[in-house]
């Protein structure tokens, strides 16, 4: 019989500690397991010595995601502030692209956005428009429409009649040049909402 020795490492999962935490996925408390790799030095197939740790997760028992461990400092309350934050800064960003993708933002335009961010979001947003016209000063209707697709997948469908709303009423705040038309055109496949909705959503703007 020929003697030889197999080696090598494997990955092994053991348990850091467990508690409860807010889960994103279940969209409540849950309790988690704080779970470990580490990668072991093997001898016929036997662990034998602890070589270095493959990385951490945290896992929620009830559907099982894994999650980076700082999701056991995600605040909902604080996250939702942010999103909402984010959420007003990037309706500016929509409208101030619109109109810079049309030769720039004219002062019936700037009366539209600030009358629609205090209406939204009780705040006319003034420095975040001011530092958007600087920032966008090259804009394309191309760079309105991919901006409308990156914040897609991120909108439920009220933020997404929301977004309509301010791009419509910024788009009709004076004569519609083609510019304005061709855009407003791409609005609904961006924004993935069906004619159906689109419509339903401008009839309810009046
Ligand atoms: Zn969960």
Redesign the pocket.
Known sequence: MLAFIIYGTRGMTSIKSAGSFY?P??AGD?SYLHKQVRVWFTLYFIPLIPMHTAGEYIE?D??K?GYTPEVLSYDPVEAEQEFQERFYESLVRVMTLLCMADGGVNPVDRQVIRGMMQQIAGDPYDAMLEASEERLVSATPADFVSYLERMTPHLKQEEKATVVQVIWETANSGPLTPRREQMLQKVPEALELSTEDFQEIVSRIG
């Open positions: 889960c996925d279940c849950r929620c009830h559907c995601t």
